[in-house]
């Protein structure tokens, strides 16, 4: 459904960084690849999601959302790939489109686990509820010219949110090593915004990042931050093995 909504004329005037001008990376316009090093990094997002699919199958808890999750990292490998690749509209906007969605399911995940331990069932029709106003939160983009930046801050803040509430409901014997991942995952997070939004300060400032870029780097924290938050709720279910297997 998004990419046929992308390739229609709704996103026309949507400011999409495409090109030389966007990336502090060398930018090569007769090669495939165009920029290795921000092409390659995708790479690791394929990584992260073969690992945590493989994870799946082990886990007695919410194998489903390791699962999507894991498919999702594996997805967003190819389209990002796609997007340094090609340079082309379509590619940048759905970029942009499923970035939203992995911060839509650990909000989701997170509100289906904790529910759980309430003695709750939360409804597959909420959990859906929540994925569609995530994917629908993009329109955004159409109102204003920060409109992903909006929607994608609320994620963020939403999902920080929903996790700190998970860790505070962790057994004192197990908040340690609850607390490390979640703690990392921020990091990663800091660092996947930050990085991004200063590749070209970095490229002026430090030789060290004219190659391999903050751009890059930025890529290596969000895979990162997809890694941290499964391991998050890996270390949250062992703090209660034993309880009832929640799909």
Same mark, same amino acid.
């Given at each position: 459904? %998004?990419?046929?909504?992308?390739?229609?004329?709704?996103?026309?005037?949507?400011?999409?960084?495409?090109?030389?001008?966007?990336?502090?990376?060398?930018?090569?316009?007769?090669?495939?690849?165009?920029?290795?090093?921000? %092409?390659? &990094? !995708?790479?690791?997002?394929?990584?992260?999601?073969?690992? =945590?699919?493989?994870?799946? !199958?082990?886990?007695?808890? !919410?194998?489903?959302?390791?699962?999507?999750?894991?498919?999702?990292?594996?997805?967003? %490998?190819?389209?990002?790939?796609?997007? @340094?690749?090609?340079?082309?509209?379509? =590619?940048?906007?759905?970029?942009?489109?499923?970035? *939203?969605?992995?911060?839509?399911?650990?909000?989701?995940?997170? =509100?289906?686990?904790?529910?759980?331990?309430? /003695?709750?069932?939360?409804?597959?029709?909420?959990?859906?509820?929540?994925?569609?106003?995530? &994917? /629908?939160?993009?329109?955004? &983009?159409?109102?204003?010219? *920060?409109?992903?930046? $909006?929607?994608?801050? @609320?994620?963020?803040?939403?999902?920080?949110?929903?996790?700190?509430?998970?860790?505070?409901?962790?057994?004192?014997?197990?908040?340690?090593? &609850?607390?490390?991942?979640? $703690?990392? %995952?921020?990091?990663?997070?800091?660092?996947?915004?930050?990085? +991004?939004?200063?590749?070209?300060?970095?490229? #002026?400032?430090? =030789?060290?990042? #004219?190659?391999?870029?903050?751009?890059?780097?930025? +890529? @290596?924290?969000?895979?990162?931050?997809?890694?941290?938050?499964?391991?998050?709720?890996?270390?949250? !279910?062992?703090?209660?093995?034993?309880? #009832?297997?929640?799909?």
């Amino acid at each position: 459904m %998004a990419a046929s909504i992308s390739l229609s004329s709704l996103f026309d005037d949507v400011p999409v960084g495409l090109g030389h001008l966007e990336y502090a990376e060398p930018y090569t316009y007769d090669t495939y690849l165009k920029m290795p090093f921000n %092409a390659g &990094v !995708n790479g690791f997002y394929l990584l992260v999601g073969l690992y =945590w699919l493989r994870q799946a !199958n082990k886990q007695t808890m !919410n194998k489903n959302f390791f699962t999507l999750m894991s498919t999702m990292s594996i997805i967003y %490998a190819c389209v990002q790939f796609m997007r @340094i690749t090609r340079q082309t509209r379509f =590619w940048g906007i759905m970029d942009q489109w499923v970035t *939203l969605p992995f911060f839509g399911l650990v909000i989701a995940w997170s =509100w289906s686990v904790i529910a759980h331990h309430r /003695a709750r069932q939360l409804s597959p029709l909420f959990i859906c509820l929540i994925l569609f106003l995530s &994917v /629908a939160s993009y329109l955004l &983009v159409i109102v204003s010219p *920060l409109g992903f930046d $909006i929607a994608l801050g @609320i994620h963020i803040i939403a999902c920080v949110g929903c996790c700190y509430r998970m860790l505070l409901m962790t057994p004192r014997s197990s908040f340690r090593s &609850v607390l490390r991942p979640f $703690i990392l %995952a921020l990091l990663a997070c800091t660092g996947f915004v930050m990085l +991004k939004l200063c590749d070209h300060f970095l490229a #002026r400032h430090f =030789w060290i990042f #004219r190659e391999v870029t903050g751009h890059f780097w930025s +890529k @290596i924290c969000d895979g990162l931050q997809i890694h941290f938050v499964m391991r998050f709720f890996q270390q949250f !279910n062992h703090a209660f093995k034993g309880t #009832r297997k929640l799909e």
